[in-house]
C-alpha cells in the first residue's frame, strides 16, 4: 500500500502562515512535514505582497521621472520595456521563494509538494504528481490561506476578464483597463498601471474606496488619483461583460442609469474567499463560521483539538504579517509551549499614492470601546525631510487617551507611511504615552519626526505649528 510517514507536526500550505509555522515548530524540536501543493511562499510571495509591490515600486520611479523636472533635472524620453518589467518582478519573486525554501531545509523541515485532504484528526492523505502518501500527526496547522472571490456577472477568463494573479503576469501594459472594486489590491494595481501608461477606471459598488480604512485618510490619495488620471465610479454595479473580439465592453449602472465601458483588460478585485473546502475538515467536525473561515481560538485552535488554523484562511486580517504571527503561536502551542495570539494591533498598509498606514485604534472605534479618546494631528508639510523630498502631502494623526495619554492608534497617509508604520506600531503595541514620544529624540531630519511633532501637538506644546 500507500507509504505513511510520521510527524510531530503537520503544516497544510506555504504561504507566510505555513512556512513561518513550520520552520518554528522546527525550532522548537517537532518533526515538521510542510506540504504545499504550489511554489513555497504562498500568495504573499508569489502574486501577492511581493510581485505587487515589485510593480509599484517600478511604477513609482517611472512618475517620479516626471517630477524631476522642478528639481532642475531632465530626462529624455522614458520607455518601459514591459517584459523586462516581469522578468525583474519574476525575479524579486523567485529570489524570495528560493530563500524560503532553504530556510525550510535548513531547519530540517520536510516539504512534500502535494495537495493534503485530512481523513482523521491525525490522518491526512497527500495526492503526489503520481502517488499518494500518508501522514499521520499529532497536531497539524491548516494555512490553506485564500483565493479571489468571483462576481457571478463578472466571469474571470484568465484572458480579458482577470484576477489580481493574472493582472501581475500582463504580456503587456493594457491600453484601457476596467479595475473592479476599489479595495486595496484594485487600488494598487490601477495606481500602478495608470503611472505605466494604461488608461484607467476603478468601479466600485459602494460610496466609498477602501471601505474598510478610516476615511479621513483618503483625501490624499482621493486628490492623487484624479491629478494622475484615475477615473473613480462610485455606488456604480457591474452589469456584465462580453467580449468583442481582443476587447470588453463592461456593461455597469450608476443611480438606474446604464453605461457601458470598453476596455482591453478587466481586473476583478472584489475580495477574498478562504480556502476551507475540499480540505476534508467536514469529516473532523472543525467548525467554519458563516463566510467559511475556519473558527479558532486565542491558541489558533479550531474546535478539534489537534487542528490549528492560522493566516487568511482563519479570518480576521488577511494579512501575510498576521498569517506570519500566528504561524508562530499555533506551533509554539503545538510544540506544547504557553502561547497566544494576543497583539494589541495589526498594522495594516495600502500601498497606494501616497501610502495609508494604520495601527490601532481609529478615533470613532476608541469612542466605541469607551474610551474618552482625543486625536492631534501633524502635516507631512511641516517635516523638513518631506519638504526636501518633494513629497509634502498627507499627515500623521494620533489617537490617544484623553487622560492616560496613552497612545491607542497611530495612522499615517504620506511619503513612506508603510515603514514608518514599524515605530508607530511599537508604540501602540508598548502602550506608549504622547510624552513617552515627544521626549524621544528622532533624528532629523527624517520623515519619523512627524510622530515626536503630533504627540507635542498632544500636549499643547508643539514647536512646528502655530
Ligand atoms: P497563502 O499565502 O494564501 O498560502 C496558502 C498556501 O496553501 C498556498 O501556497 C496554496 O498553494 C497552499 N494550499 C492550499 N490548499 C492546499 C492543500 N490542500 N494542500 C497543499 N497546499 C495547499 N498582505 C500583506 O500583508 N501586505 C501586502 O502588501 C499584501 N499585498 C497583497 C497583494 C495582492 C495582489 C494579494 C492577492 C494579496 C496581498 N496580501 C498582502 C495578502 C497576503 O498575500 C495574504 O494575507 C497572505 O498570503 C496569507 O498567507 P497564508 O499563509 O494564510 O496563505
Do not use: W
Amino acid at each position: 500500500g500507500e507509504l505513511t510517514i510520521e510527524c510531530d507536526l503537520l503544516v497544510v500550505g506555504g504561504g507566510p502562515g505555513g512556512y513561518v509555522a513550520a520552520i518554528r515548530g522546527a525550532q522548537l524540536g517537532q518533526d515538521v512535514v510542510l506540504v504545499e501543493e504550489n511554489v513555497v511562499g504562498g500568495v504573499c510571495l508569489n502574486v501577492g505582497c511581493i510581485p505587487s509591490k515589485a510593480l509599484i515600486t517600478v511604477a513609482n520611479k517611472v512618475d517620479q521621472m516626471g517630477h524631476l523636472k522642478e528639481m532642475g533635472v531632465s530626462v529624455g524620453s522614458l520607455d518601459v520595456d514591459f517584459s523586462q518589467l516581469m522578468r525583474y518582478k519574476d525575479q524579486v519573486v523567485s529570489r524570495l521563494t528560493s530563500g524560503v525554501a532553504q530556510l525550510l531545509k535548513g531547519n530540517g523541515v520536510e516539504v512534500v509538494q502535494g495537495n493534503a485532504t485530512f481523513v482523521s484528526a491525525n490522518l491526512a492523505r497527500i495526492q503526489l504528481a503520481h502517488e499518494v502518501q500518508q501522514v499521520r500527526f499529532k497536531n497539524a496547522i491548516v494555512a490553506t490561506g485564500s483565493r479571489p472571490l468571483e462576481l457571478p456577472s463578472v466571469p474571470v477568463d484568465h484572458e480579458v476578464v482577470v484576477d489580481s494573479t493574472d493582472a501581475l503576469s500582463f504580456s503587456e501594459i493594457p491600453k484601457r483597463l476596467v479595475v473592479v472594486g476599489g479595495g486595496y489590491i484594485g487600488l494598487e494595481i490601477g495606481t500602478a498601471y495608470r503611472k505605466l501608461g494604461s488608461e484607467v477606471t476603478v468601479v466600485e459598488a459602494t460610496s466609498q474606496l477602501l471601505g474598510a480604512m478610516d476615511q479621513t485618510l483618503l483625501a490624499p490619495v482621493a486628490k492623487r488619483l484624479k491629478a494622475l488620471g484615475v477615473t473613480t465610479l462610485l455606488s456604480t454595479k457591474i452589469v456584465g461583460v462580453s467580449r468583442k473580439g481582443n476587447e470588453v465592453l463592461v456593461s455597469l449602472e450608476r443611480d438606474g442609469v446604464a453605461e457601458t465601458l470598453q476596455a482591453d483588460k478587466v481586473v476583478v478585485a472584489v475580495g477574498r474567499t478562504p480556502n476551507s473546502q475540499s480540505l476534508g475538515l467536514e469529516h473532523l467536525g472543525v467548525a467554519l463560521d458563516e463566510k467559511g473561515f475556519i473558527v479558532v481560538d486565542d491558541q489558533r485552535r479550531s474546535s478539534v483539538k489537534s487542528i490549528f488554523a492560522i493566516g487568511d484562511v482563519a479570518g480576521g486580517a488577511l494579512l501575510a504579517h498576521k498569517a506570519s504571527f500566528e504561524g508562530k503561536v499555533a506551533a509554539t502551542v503545538a510544540a506544547g509551549k504557553k502561547d497566544a495570539y494576543d497583539p494589541v494591533a495589526v498594522p495594516a498598509v495600502v500601498f497606494t499614492d501616497p501610502e495609508i498606514a494604520s495601527v490601532g485604534l481609529t478615533l470613532s472605534e476608541a469612542g466605541r470601546l469607551g474610551y474618552k479618546a482625543k486625536a492631534t494631528r501633524f502635516p507631512f508639510a511641516a517635516i523638513g525631510r518631506a519638504v526636501s523630498i518633494n513629497e509634502t502631502e498627507g499627515f500623521c494623526q494620533v489617537v490617544y487617551d484623553e487622560a492616560a495619554e496613552t497612545i491607542l492608534g497611530i495612522h499615517l497617509v504620506g511619503p513612506e507611511a508603510s515603514d514608518l508604520l514599524g515605530e508607530a506600531s511599537v508604540l501602540v503595541e508598548f502602550g506608549a504615552t504622547l510624552e513617552d514620544v515627544g521626549r524621544t529624540i528622532h533624528a532629523h531630519p527624517t520623515l519619523a519626526e512627524i510622530f515626536m511633532e503630533a504627540a507635542e501637538v498632544g500636549l499643547g506644546l508643539p514647536v512646528h505649528q502655530l
